[in-house]
């Protein structure tokens, strides 16, 4: 099951470190779909605009792609490094 932010849990990401925690809390999205054949796990978080954010998770890969989709279209890319658990 994908994670779903409601407009109300919009409106309380009032400051940046709050919006990066929900950015860094990727793994809890939901897995959206799995290519196990080349180790890939894709996470999606769905907006109340119907947009949502997906983060892919390569296995093994010491780092995460996000990005932001509505309706098909790129809206906000983000890269970041995560260290190795």
Do not use: C
């Not at 919006?19 to 080349?38: F, Q, T, Y």
């Not at 605009?49 to 296995?59: I, L, N, R």
């Amino acid at each position: 099951m994908m994670l779903e932010l409601t407009g109300k849990d919009i409106l309380a990401l009032t400051n940046e470190s709050k919006r990066k925690a929900v950015l860094s809390d990727w793994r809890n999205w939901g897995i959206w779909h799995k290519a196990p054949e080349i180790g890939l796990s894709v996470y999606r978080l769905d907006l109340p605009d119907g947009s949502f954010f997906t983060a892919s998770w390569y296995e093994g890969d010491d780092s995460f792609r996000a990005a932001a989709w509505a309706t098909s279209i790129v809206r906000v890319s983000i890269s970041a490094t995560r260290a190795a658990s």
